[in-house]
């Protein structure tokens, strides 16, 4: 199903018995427009806390930045903390930041009395395309990566492309060998469209950036 919302593209898939709604090409702003942000906490990490304005203004859990922290007793922190915010099963976790912050903020609310919705605003190039996407949320035990999760879908993913602008080159070129391993296995047309343009094209062309995004985004949902 296809709706607008405040001129957000906004798509209905279904996973099982589960329904997500992805806001293409939205601004993080516009979480307004369809959440009631009274009962909200977000996650995010300390590197973006202190470079997304609009969560200076929101109940927000920092969590330290890094795949080392993605482990158990950083969860345990997010539900002391949840605790003292007073979080109920009313209320809506979304998690903003790159893969270790999706998975983290899914799995985290998804144990906390026995489960809270939760949504996903990714950040880097990487999560919008693939880390966000299926419903995988969990930790590393130890060097063990990604041991223990649960499979549960977000309510909603906001794509919100300004905020891959602060992302380092090397974040990027992560991200673009994903999009170029969907487009090898599954969508010569996006290869050949691959070939013909550069990483620095994407860079600077907005609208060329988010219909890569939405295209790499349902190809990845329809495999899932």
Known sequence: ??????????????????????????????????????????????????????????????????????????????????????ATRQTLIIGVGGGVVTDITGYAASIYMRGLRFGFVPTTILAQVDASIGGKNGIDAGVYKNLVGIIRQPDFILFDHKLLQTLPELQWINGFAEIIKHAAIADREMFDFLEQHTLDAFRKDHSLLASLVKRNVLLKSGFV
Do not use: C, W
């Open 1 to 86: 199903m296809r709706e607008t919302v405040a001129a957000t593209e906004a798509f209905e898939l279904s996973f099982s018995a589960k329904t997500v709604r992805y806001y293409f090409d939205a601004a993080i702003e516009s979480l307004a427009d369809f959440v009631n942000l009274e009962d909200v906490i977000f996650i995010t990490d300390d590197h973006l806390a202190a470079r997304i304005p609009f969560l200076d203004t929101q109940r927000s859990i920092v969590i330290p930045a890094g795949e080392q922290f993605k482990q158990q007793p950083t969860v345990d922190d997010i539900i002391s903390q949840l605790i003292e915010m007073e």
